[in-house]
């Protein structure tokens, strides 16, 4: 089954002005998150989703398609949804969403996502250990699995709420990490969905998916992991990680 890759870019973030402009190793985030998923091998096929004129040519200047998507969108889901609709698209069935802002998204984030959605879960996404000293952060976003890795709930709060931390005998907070694969029918099923108040109180699309009832089949990584870039102490947390290793990630 061939697999459509899309990065939504949003020119209009509110807590990092013009994001995925802003430079990564001397190189705009959203090229560096592009050149990332395309090393991983994982898709048939790459396009970034955008808003922006600006953030179109950028893109195509740097070697990648993108496409110009409407100015209305509310969410990077309704964004790759648009894509996933175009007839130069149709005839991809899996497509993942790696968002815009996840230069550092390891390969089996990827790979794992896909595989929930292949082993029958609506939509397939990943998630890495969380320490609980980073479990309060709100741009963390942390979710809670049932028995069979299916997501219980997504949250900015730290959840599970630990009442006896003495009685915890490991880490129990799992942090989101910012990529979705769907069938064609899951996706275009959530972006018709009506707004839910869970979704707009925590301000996370994929609660609205899973309070009508789509399931969510999480990949579980076995390491911490960089988060995605949401505010200018995360770009310079990541442009310090990229010196170091120049570039390159596990």
């Known amino acids: 089954m061939p697999v459509l890759g899309v990065i939504p870019a949003r020119l209009g973030s509110t807590r990092l002005p013009s994001k995925p402009l802003q430079p990564l190793g001397g190189v705009p985030l959203v090229v ?30 740097a070697g990648f398609s993108a496409v110009l998507t409407s ?3 509310e969410t990077g889901t309704e964004r790759v949804a648009e894509v996933a609709g175009r007839r130069e698209y149709a005839g991809f069935d899996l497509i993942v969403n790696v968002q815009g802002d996840e230069p550092f998204i390891p390969r089996e984030a990827v790979t794992g996502a896909i595989a929930r959605v292949r082993g029958g879960d609506d939509v397939g996404t ?7 000293a980073d479990a309060a952060d709100p741009a963390r976003v942390k979710v809670v699995l049932d028995a069979a890795g299916r997501a219980l709930y997504f949250s900015r709060a730290a959840i599970p709420f630990i009442r006896d931390p003495d009685g915890v005998d490991r880490e129990l907070y799992w942090q989101h990490l910012g990529v979705y694969a769907f069938r064609r029918a899951a996706l275009m099923r959530w972006v018709a969905l009506a707004p839910t108040p869970l979704e707009a109180a925590e301000r996370l699309e994929q609660l609205r998916a899973l309070q009508h009832g789509i399931t969510f089949g999480i990949a579980l990584l076995d390491a911490p992991v960089l988060p995605g870039i949401d505010t ?12 170091e290793t120049q570039g390159v990630s596990t």
């Open 126 to 132: 990943a998630a890495a250990p969380l320490a609980s």
């Open 71 to 73: 100015d209305a969108h």
């Open 232 to 243: 200018p102490g995360d770009l310079e947390r990541a442009e310090g990680y990229w010196q």
């Open 32 to 61: 560096r998150v592009a050149e990332r998923v395309s090393a991983l091998g994982c898709m048939d096929r790459l396009v970034v989703a955008t808003d922006s004129p600006q953030i179109l040519d950028v893109v195509e200047r």
